[in-house]
């Protein structure tokens, strides 16, 4: 069965600090690949996805995730971090078998200090 | 327009009883999905379905969860008896059904249930 690690549970940053959090993901064949973020309060929203083609993908608010197939990651950027990115993020596979059933990693708790 | 509304936001129930949450996908979404959140693990995928039909179970835990979907609107999951290892967080999520390989999945709130 695919399954998605996320390496770090939970990162504390300063403001204006860079940020990559690691994600790998267990499956052979053909995958979508997804960041999903979850601010406090708020619903899981869509940050960037990556179906094929430039492995370097950018999402909104200035993140960024880059695909490396040999290692069968996708970790997630961001240059700069802000004190509005404190949240919950959340890597997330679907595979060539079923592309509706989504294997999310147990997530990564982002605290930015001011 | 509304995004995916679950109901209720938290229930407290205690071991035994059986308990009903509800999800209200977009309206028009075609596929509905249900996801649960253990304390601190990974989402876990439950169920899809697409309209009235369950299309995929595979992640449904045992038969004390049912879940329906009468007339392809809102959804409904129950857990009859509810155990202590059912505490978590239920997400829904939908999306529309475009006939490509993928349809982005927009998620509800989610429902905090606490068995006691």
């Known amino acids: 069965a695919q399954s998605v690690s996320q390496h770090n549970h939970h990162v504390i940053l300063s403001e204006a600090a860079s940020l990559e959090l690691g994600c790998n993901y267990s499956?052979?064949?053909?995958?979508?690949l997804f960041w999903y973020v979850q601010y406090p309060g708020q619903h899981l929203q869509l940050l960037l996805k990556y179906f094929s083609g430039d492995p370097l993908v950018k999402g909104i608010k200035g993140f960024e995730a880059e695909f490396i197939k040999s290692k069968f990651s996708f970790n997630l950027r961001k240059p700069s971090v802000q004190w509005s990115d404190t949240a919950e993020y959340f890597c997330a596979v679907n595979a060539g078998d079923n592309f509706n059933k989504f294997y999310f990693g147990s997530g990564t708790k982002l605290n930015v200090k001011p | 327009e509304a995004g995916v509304t679950q109901f209720p936001s938290h229930s407290v129930i205690e071991k035994g009883q059986t308990v009903t949450l509800r999800c209200d996908p977009i309206?028009?979404?075609?596929?509905l999905y249900w996801y649960r959140r253990v304390m601190g693990k990974e989402i876990k995928f439950l169920l899809h379905f697409v309209k009235e039909s369950k299309q995929d179970e595979s992640g449904m835990p045992n038969n004390r969860f049912l879940a329906e979907r009468t007339g392809g609107t809102y959804s409904t999951l129950k857990v009859q008896p509810a155990e202590l290892e059912d505490s978590g967080v239920y997400f829904c999520?939908?999306?529309?059904?475009?006939?490509?390989?993928?349809?982005?999945?927009?998620f509800g709130p989610g429902t905090r249930l606490t068995v006691l």
């Open positions: 309206s028009g979404h075609d596929n």
């Open positions: 999520a939908s999306s529309p059904w475009t006939g490509r390989d993928y349809n982005e999945q927009f």
């Open positions: 499956y052979g064949g053909t995958v979508n």
